[in-house]
């Protein structure tokens, strides 16, 4: 997958995601809980508007459980209700419909005092590409796979997906576009696979990666890698992991595009530990 944000194309996307949130009473705003901020995209709030939203923080099984608990406080601050979630766990899809059904009782309520009852409450989710929107939305509706497609402003004629408690889901989850504001932002969408691994060759982006995580996770890199950080640079510890994991050439000389995909899988598949790159203070 590999969408150009010109912008023509977001101006499309904002159109046809406006066409659907007319067609809802809630918008599920999904996150990447490594990187909250970086997985935003800038112009949500002027999209979605006044329309209940929720914000889910997804991958929270890759992601460090303070920083979560941080992140869900900053979220819940600006006055929007917000949960952690694995998109994958039977608990969190059930905690999720429970959030979405209370965030909904007012609306309920007030149906019900003008004499509608048991219209079901509709609901949409939103959020840039490899969020985990496709696996949410097989969890709720509870199949097994189906790529729900990551091209903007393509609908397959919307569907509902009936779920537990008078719920719907439109089974087309509006596709947003990533921040694109600095190097920073595109360094952490990059990082978690969210962009794919073309903003700079992998050799480079696997040397910033190890300088976070120097930064941000040095045990966590210690330990998975049995190697010593210590003062060490970037590019003598990427050269320590390639040694320790064999990725060495004919001639003793380091196979740094083998490394590089090795430390970025094993970094996007939460291998390395749990590890969330952005932290409210980076704001
Ligand atoms: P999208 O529709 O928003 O683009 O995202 P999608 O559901 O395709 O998810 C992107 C990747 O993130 C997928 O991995 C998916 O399995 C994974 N994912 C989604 N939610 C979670 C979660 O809560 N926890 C974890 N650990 N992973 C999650 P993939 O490697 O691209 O594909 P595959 O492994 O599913 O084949």
Redo the contacts with the bound molecule.
């Keep these: 997958?590999n969408i150009n944000w010109y912008p023509g194309h977001m101006k499309k996307t904002k159109e046809a995601l406006q066409k659907n949130l007319k067609l809802v009473d809630v918008v599920i705003e999904?996150l990447d809980a490594r990187i909250p901020m970086s997985s935003r995209n800038p112009e949500i709030d002027n999209i979605v508007g006044d329309k209940n939203r929720i914000i889910i923080l997804?991958?929270?099984?890759?992601s460090d459980e303070n920083l979560n608990n941080i992140w869900v406080e900053y979220f819940d601050k600006k006055g929007i209700k917000t949960i952690l979630?694995?998109?994958?766990n039977k608990k969190d899809i059930k905690k999720l419909i429970n959030t979405i059904k209370e965030s909904m009782k007012e609306k309920i309520e007030k149906l019900k005092s003008k004499g509608i009852k048991n219209r079901p409450i509709r609901a949409m989710i939103v959020?840039i590409?490899?969020?985990?929107?496709?696996?949410?939305i097989n969890s709720l509706a509870g199949r097994k796979s189906a790529?729900?497609g990551?091209r903007p402003g393509v609908t397959k004629g919307n569907q509902w997906i009936k779920l537990k408690g008078n719920l719907e889901l439109l089974d087309t989850?509006g596709i947003l576009w990533p921040k694109f504001e600095d190097q920073k932002t595109g360094l952490n969408l990059a990082f978690t696979?969210a962009i794919k691994d073309e903003i700079m060759d992998i050799e480079t982006l696997a040397l910033r990666l190890v300088e976070r995580l120097i930064k941000n996770a040095s045990k966590d890199l210690e330990n998975r890698y049995n190697i010593e950080v210590g003062e060490a640079e970037p590019l003598g510890v990427l050269e320590e992991i390639a040694v320790k994991r064999g990725a060495i050439m004919k001639g003793k000389e380091v196979d740094y595009t083998r490394v590089a995909h090795i430390l970025l899988d094993e970094f996007r598949r939460?291998i390395i530990g749990r590890i969330t790159i952005e932290t409210p203070e980076d704001l």
Aim: avoid cysteine.
């Design positions: 997958m999904l997804n991958k929270r099984d890759l979630i694995d998109a994958t959020g590409p490899n969020v985990g929107k496709s696996t949410l790529k729900t990551n989850p696979g939460g």
